[in-house]
């Protein structure tokens, strides 16, 4: 129970990573801030974790590209609520897969207004909390994306080589006010996101992952774990992971099946 008493905002907990945090963190003990833009799915984690855990849920329904719903929601927090120490900045997406001249511009905006934006707008109303209480931590879902670019990957590259400078950025504007901020960077998670970049094409999702064994939710809900549960002095910058089959965003060693 290193999290006893604790509260964790998780953006796009509704499924993949966002999920296995708020599971991993609910089993520390942590109370849980959960949002995305799907209820449905939401509600029924919200009760999973009631049932299995002894911790305090407050789900709601927050699409991050939203500005006015993100500020509104979170300045009328109830009061309970509004001691945020850490905000897991997840929500986030890959749309389409294609040379610029041929990109598709509404999934460009989806993504840059999602995992940049999104990512933006969300810190920007929950960093006063932290700021206020002289501790906080934030931990951003970055990517190898953001390190590396690979062909056809440009538009969401770009927007998770700017959540790395977002997150030295945050590091920076907040040093004076005791606050951590973590880079996750992982490789190949077998989630939902593959089937949303490819448009709902499951067996071209699945193939991306053939071969090899990918990493999971819960692989790296295990690491945002780990870099929020390390002594109050000791801040992770960054986490790079990738399954063990993968060299680099474009080197994968696939057995044949
Ligand atoms: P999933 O597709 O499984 O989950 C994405 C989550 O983001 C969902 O809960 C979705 O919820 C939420 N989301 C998407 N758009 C919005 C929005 N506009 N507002 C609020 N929530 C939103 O993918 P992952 O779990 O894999 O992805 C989570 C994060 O990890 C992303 O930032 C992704 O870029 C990053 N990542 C993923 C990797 C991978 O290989 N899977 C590797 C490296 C990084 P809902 O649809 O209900 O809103
Ligand atoms: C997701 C990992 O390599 O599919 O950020 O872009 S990758």
Redo the contacts with the bound molecule.
């Keep these: 129970m290193r999290l006893k008493n604790k509260t964790v905002f998780i953006?796009?907990?509704?499924?993949?990573?966002?999920?296995a945090c708020a599971i991993a963190f609910a089993k520390e003990g942590a109370n849980l801030i959960l949002?995305?833009?799907?209820m449905d799915?939401?509600n029924e984690l919200t009760e999973d974790i009631k049932k299995k855990f002894e911790v305090k849920v407050f789900a709601f329904e927050?699409?991050?590209?939203n500005l006015y719903k993100v500020k509104q929601s979170i300045s009328s927090l109830p009061s309970e609520w509004n001691k945020i120490d850490i905000l897991i900045n997840?929500?986030?997406?890959?749309k389409g897969f294609s040379k610029i001249n041929d990109g598709n511009i509404e999934d460009w905006e989806e993504m840059i207004?999602?995992?940049l934006k999104?990512l933006l707008y969300v810190t920007r109303y929950v960093l006063p909390f932290m700021i206020k209480q002289n501790e906080g931590h934030v931990i951003n879902?970055?990517?190898?994306?953001g390190h590396q670019v690979y062909p056809y990957g440009n538009v969401y590259c770009a927007t998770?080589f700017a959540v790395n400078s977002l997150s030295e950025a945050i590091r920076m504007d907040t040093l004076e006010h005791n606050i951590r901020v973590t880079n996750i960077?992982?490789?190949?998670?077998?989630?939902?996101?593959?089937?949303?970049r490819f448009k709902g094409d499951k067996e071209r999702a699945k193939n991306v992952y053939k071969g090899i064994t990918p990493?999971d939710?819960d692989d790296?809900a295990d690491l945002v774990l780990f870099a929020a549960t390390r002594k109050s002095h000791v801040n992770i910058n960054e986490i790079i992971v990738t399954p063990t089959a993968q060299a680099s965003a474009t080197q994968v060693h696939r057995k044949d099946s």
């Design positions: 953006t796009g907990a509704s499924a993949g990573i966002g999920k949002s995305a833009r799907r799915k939401l927050l699409d991050v590209r997840n929500a986030g997406l890959a207004d999602t995992n999104g879902l970055g990517s190898i994306a998770k960077a992982p490789g190949l998670v077998e989630t939902e996101f593959s089937e949303v990493l939710g790296i």
